[in-house]
């Protein structure tokens, strides 16, 4: 049970990620950036709506007219021209997407142009958008200033402008990917953009019926209302059609029900009156549904319409324009025409050589979305959200029904059945988005829910193949060193009694007046001291890489093994027993359990030893066996003699640069044929004391004047010694060996060894 509450917490953790990554603004980015673009081309192009064309002011057309590619230095008896045949060849709607804020080089053509205007009566012009940043003195005592960024249309030409049909902004992103644009200006103006003026304009022909389904409604909608688009200032008349919607939010449902009843309106009229109530009654923001890479609308070179330069004109017959609305502007074929002229923006059909989309392809773009009603339509926050907490967790919790038969297979399997469910979800998404525009979250599955659910799902699969190993490990870490555990588990074979010859220190500790605190303490209470106490030697010992051997009453046994004789094995030891005397020291002082102090002795030796399994029939130990263990515990002995907690052997020393050691003599000990060379090691080099530093090096100074046979004037200065640190307790040794020199059997060939005689 303890399992899969854990299996299911993993899953609803994925579900959980990929919801909250979706409902972050990181989220929203990541799906415009790579959701979106994956879509578009797995859906891949789509036929643009005959009812839209572009009119290119390109290289071509400056080329064949002799002009320069920069737009606003085409003469505008051009524009005037162009209108012309436009209107000659029945066009709809007329947009021209170029800037007229300033008059033209020659006054004439600003009155020609804007006579075409005016007797054309159906085009409209793209106001640009300008900013303008207000700096206001902050608060802040760094005196910073608070800036003001506000946004406004650019005027056009008052002669141009009053001509015109209409006139509106397209306003896009300001960032370098653009998705979405806005069927009314954002920030509260709600004032309509191009598409929507332009859906209006070419909605005149069922705007009658419109009235009627409104009437039907409520009468008294439309009595502010003018009869006739053509008639209507049409920017005011999408303001109040949009203001009427916003404050009877059923109005689209209701408007929608009654078109369907059927009306005597063909299929072409109904697509118009329905892409009309979705403008009013939807979102403003619309997510651009594109038709493929740069030109996939239909696009016409400008000189195509003109008998300049001395080419023919088309007819109106052969380019097929009437009942089309007509997009004019900026269009490059190319890179470095593009480059010339910047109106271009980074979209999901960007091509890789780096030519974009222009401005007047987005707006064609955007208006023939609202025309044929099939701009993307995002899932709700929420429902998207539900949609991967359902998701991520599901997929997991189906990985995780998959069987357990080998270890390997079961991993691979349940990733596979991972990548394979979200490759699903991944195809079902693209056919959504192609057939019905709907677009659920693909990125964040794939990039987010989907790596870090195949890593989650095999890493719990890990921790609970590996949980009977763990088990085991602990069971026996304890009692042996974990390599040797390790192989044990994973199936190294049956035990054997061959052990491995190896180098290592290895660390004897005693703690003093145990036997008479076992005899006075209640068990309870002892196991407790014990514990408490045993866990003040062990921490440093596994802290630098030790293992405790063997716990026997009050006596612990540590090594530290290594191929060779390591420098860094000794060093690690001698530290470890340094940081044991400093805990053992706060132990005593912290009291507590009802008991006194338990100051503990330390010996460590280094040399050769077996590790091994020791035993035989059903019972084994892992043991280090060889003389260094009986040493060191001959080592940790000494110091009752010497008054000392920590002594060593010249074999872990030796080449160890950063101890403060004091050298106390060779010493024969108990049972041993062989003597040892023994260092108190005091602390580090650089934690030292200048106390510690003296006493030991004018200890070293006596221990030879002794050591040559000058037991007198040794007996004076160790004399000197006990005079400034009275409670020294290898000094104290020293004297009494001094004085009492037949209580130490000493000399062997010349050389100063002292026999202990006890343990």
Request: one cysteine or more; hydrophobic letters at 45%; charged letters at 20%.
């Amino acid at each position: 049970m303890k399992l899969w509450r854990w299996r299911f917490a993993l899953a609803v953790f994925i579900g959980l990620l990929g919801a909250a990554v979706y409902l972050s603004p990181q989220g929203t980015a990541i799906e415009e950036q790579f959701g979106l673009y994956w879509l578009f081309h797995l859906r891949g192009e789509r036929t643009a709506p005959a009812d839209v064309v572009v009119i290119a002011v390109d290289q071509a057309s400056a080329t064949h007219l002799e002009l320069p590619l920069k737009p606003s230095l085409w003469s505008r008896a051009l524009h005037a021209r162009l209108i012309d045949r436009l209107v000659e060849a029945g066009a709809r709607v007329v947009v021209f997407d170029l800037v007229f804020d300033r008059p033209g080089s020659d006054a004439r053509h600003d009155k020609q142009f804007a006579a075409a205007l005016k007797h054309a009566g159906n085009v409209v012009l793209v106001e640009r958008l300008d900013f303008e940043e207000t700096r206001f003195p902050g608060m802040a005592a760094d005196g910073s200033y608070t800036h003001i960024l506000r946004e406004y249309t650019g005027k056009i030409l008052p002669i141009i402008a009053d001509a015109a049909r209409a006139h509106a902004p397209f306003p896009l992103q300001k960032s370098s990917w653009v998705s979405y644009y806005w069927t009314f200006r954002p920030g509260g103006s709600d004032m309509p953009t191009l598409p929507s003026l332009l859906l209006q304009l070419s909605s005149a022909e069922v705007y009658e019926h419109f009235l009627t389904l409104l009437a039907g409604i409520d009468p008294a909608l439309i009595r502010q209302l003018p009869a006739s688009v053509n008639e209507a200032d049409v920017e005011n008349l999408v303001l109040d059609l949009r203001n009427l919607f916003m404050q009877k939010p059923v109005l689209a449902e209701k408007l929608l029900q009654k078109s369907a009843e059927g009306e005597n309106l063909d299929t072409a009229q109904q697509r118009i009156l329905r892409a009309l109530i979705d403008l009013y009654g939807g979102s403003e923001v619309r997510y651009l549904n594109f038709y493929g890479p740069p030109r996939t609308i239909r696009t016409i070179p400008y000189h195509l319409l003109l008998d300049e330069g001395g080419g023919q004109p088309e007819t109106a017959g052969e380019l097929d324009l009437a009942g089309k609305t007509i997009f004019v502007g900026f269009s490059a074929e190319t890179v470095s025409g593009q480059d010339k002229v910047r109106d271009d923006y980074q979209t999901v059909f960007s091509l890789p050589d780096g030519l974009t989309l222009s401005g007047v392809e987005i707006a064609a773009t955007a208006f023939a979305n609202l025309l044929e009603g099939e701009s993307i339509h995002p899932a709700a926050p929420v429902n998207g959200a539900l949609i991967l907490l359902l998701l991520g967790t599901g997929v997991c919790l189906l990985c995780f029904v998959i069987p357990v038969r080998n270890t390997m297979v079961h991993t691979l399997g349940m990733a596979l059945a991972g990548i394979l469910s979200f490759c699903a979800y991944g195809s079902a998404s693209v056919w959504l988005f192609g057939q019905w525009q709907l677009w659920i979250p693909l990125a964040i599955p794939l990039m987010v829910q989907l790596p870090v659910g195949v890593i989650g799902i095999v890493t719990l699969l890990y921790f609970e193949v590996d949980r009977e190993r763990r088990r085991i490990e602990a069971l026996f870490g304890g009692h042996r060193p974990e390599p040797v555990v390790r192989d044990m588990v994973r199936g190294a074979g049956p035990i054997h009694t061959e052990g491995q010859l190896v180098y290592g220190a290895c660390l004897a500790t005693d703690a003093e007046k145990y036997t008479a605190l076992a005899e006075t303490m209640d068990p309870r209470q002892l196991a407790a001291l014990m514990h408490a106490y045993y866990e003040c030697l062990f921490e440093p010992v596994e802290r630098y890489q030790g293992k405790v051997s063997d716990v026997i009453g009050d006596a612990m046994l540590a090594i530290w093994a290594a191929g060779s004789a390591d420098p860094l094995v000794r060093e690690r030891a001698c530290l470890a027993c340094l940081d044991i005397i400093s805990a053992i020291e706060r132990f005593n002082h912290q009291g507590g359990y009802g008991r006194p102090p338990l100051p503990t002795r330390l010996g460590l030796h280094f040399g050769e030893m077996v590790l091994g399994n020791i035993g035989a029939r059903q019972h084994y130990e892992y043991r280090a066996v060889g003389d260094i263990v009986n040493t060191a515990n001959r080592i940790q002995g000494v110091n009752k003699h010497l008054g000392t907690r920590l002594l060593v052997s010249e074999e872990v020393v030796n080449g160890l640069n950063d101890l403060l050691l004091r050298p106390l003599g060779r010493f024969l000990l108990p049972g041993k044929s062989q003597p040892v060379n023994l260092f108190e090691l005091v602390a580090r080099q650089s934690g030292s004391n200048a106390a510690q530093r003296q006493l030991c090096a004018a200890y070293e100074q006596v221990l030879h004047v002794c050591q040559t046979g000058n037991r007198v004037d040794a007996l004076h200065r160790f004399e000197m010694i006990h005079e400034r640190f009275p409670e020294d307790g290898p000094t104290r040794f020293m004297l009494t060996y001094c004085r009492e020199p037949r209580l130490f059997p000493v000399r062997e060939a010349g050389e100063l060894i002292i026999s202990i005689q006890s343990k």
